[in-house]
């Protein structure tokens, strides 16, 4: 069935390192991948996502990567900030679908 | 302009009660879909309606169902309810189902006793 992985379940950096979060996908149709932040009692802010023509997309200090042969897709943070952390999600879907598939999310704390 | 509004913001139930969660879309946003997310997980599909028509269903009971209003609001119903649907129920809006871009509201925590 369509499952999503995520790792780390948790990441703690210091102010100023990068934070890498991975996730692996199953159904080999999905060619839309977000990534979501939550943070505490709010819902999930979209914050970035890729499409399965492009294999990089970068907004500053975020930076998506997929490779579609591996099924695998990663979110990038630099200059991690303290305003970082939160619980970051990912997740795929297919063509014009309705339906997101998330992983189980990655709580990412910097230190300052 | 304002995001996606939910309400109530928090509610308590007692098991086998019905509940009724709202939701408004972002102005223009005519998809609605609903969201179960459990303390600890990612969020769960539940439905998605589109110009009032359900356009998809997750892996959840009969007990939960939902509506869109020709205004694009929709409400979310989930009958006899269980302990373990207590959750945050999120609500998501997008421009057209076709639309990949899904935007969330702040949810409602609903528990169950």
């Known amino acids: 069935g369509e499952n999503v992985e995520q790792h780390p379940s948790t990441l703690s950096v210091q102010e100023g390192d990068s934070a890498v979060i991975k996730c692996t996908y199953s159904d080999s149709a999905s060619n839309y991948f977000p990534w979501y932040k939550q943070e505490l009692g709010k819902g999930p802010q979209l914050i970035i996502d890729i499409r399965s023509n492009v294999g990089e997309k970068k907004d500053q200090r975020i930076a998506v990567t997929l490779n579609k042969t591996a099924k695998h897709f990663s979110l990038h943070i630099t200059e991690t900030q303290p305003e970082d952390s939160a619980v970051y999600f990912c997740?795929?879907?297919?063509?014009?679908?309705?339906?997101?598939?998330f992983g189980s999310g990655t709580r990412l704390l910097v230190r300052p | 302009d304002a995001g996606v509004t939910q309400s109530p913001t928090h509610l308590i139930k007692t098991r086998g009660q019905h509940v009724t969660l709202r939701c408004s879309p972002i102005?223009?946003?005519?998809?609605v879909s609903w969201y179960q997310q459990v303390l600890g997980q990612g969020p769960q599909f539940i439905f998605q309606?589109?110009?009032?028509?359900?356009?998809g269903r997750g892996n959840f009971p009969d007990r939960f169902s939902a509506r869109q209003f020709p205004n694009y609001s929709s409400e979310l119903n989930v009958n006899a309810l269980l302990l373990g649907d207590s959750a945050l129920y999120l609500c998501?809006?997008?421009?057209?189902?076709?639309?990949?871009?899904?935007?969330f509201g702040p949810g409602t925590r609903l528990t169950v006793t």
């Open positions: 998501a809006s997008s421009f057209t189902q076709g639309t990949y871009e899904q935007y």
């Open positions: 309606y589109y110009e009032k028509e359900e356009r």
């Open positions: 102005s223009g946003h005519k998809s």
């Open positions: 997740a795929a879907s297919r063509d014009s679908s309705y339906k997101l598939i």
